[in-house]
């Protein structure tokens, strides 16, 4: 599987950006997650959708703000992040694991990843 996530930028404390995660190969039947990676930290889950997006879950700390959803006709998984704060700040990855993988080792096909970065 191929995976190129777009849609990061720099924004301000309280604003909004939308993430976009288009594979190509293998897609279907599984569930879908996001992951984010801060300066000096290791891989943070954030999001996971289920297979046809009828169950989502969410770290504690993103709940309530981002919201994850899937086009399957597209190959094709987005996070809307909304009141960004400044700990939201690092690349966001995805990947076809449930809650997960939050070790590099965990999957072979990583995308190059889409930097967020949320100034105060």
């Known amino acids: 599987v191929q995976l190129v996530e777009s849609g990061g930028g720099s924004v301000q404390s309280g604003g909004s950006l939308r993430l976009s995660c288009v594979a190509s190969?293998?897609?279907?039947?599984?569930?879908w997650s996001w992951v984010r990676e801060a300066p000096g930290k290791g891989l943070e889950w954030v999001a996971t959708i289920s297979k046809v997006g009828r169950e989502t879950y969410y770290a504690d700390s993103v709940k309530d703000r981002f919201t994850i959803s899937r086009d399957n006709s597209k190959k094709t998984m987005y996070l809307q992040m909304n009141s960004l704060k400044s700990e939201d700040t690092g690349r966001y990855y995805c990947?076809?694991?449930?809650?997960?993988?939050?070790?590099?080792?965990?999957?072979?096909?990583w995308g190059q990843g889409t930097q967020v970065t949320v100034s105060a």
């Open positions: 990947a076809p694991r449930f809650k997960g993988p939050t070790n590099r080792a965990e999957f072979a096909d």
């Open positions: 190969g293998f897609w279907a039947s599984s569930h």
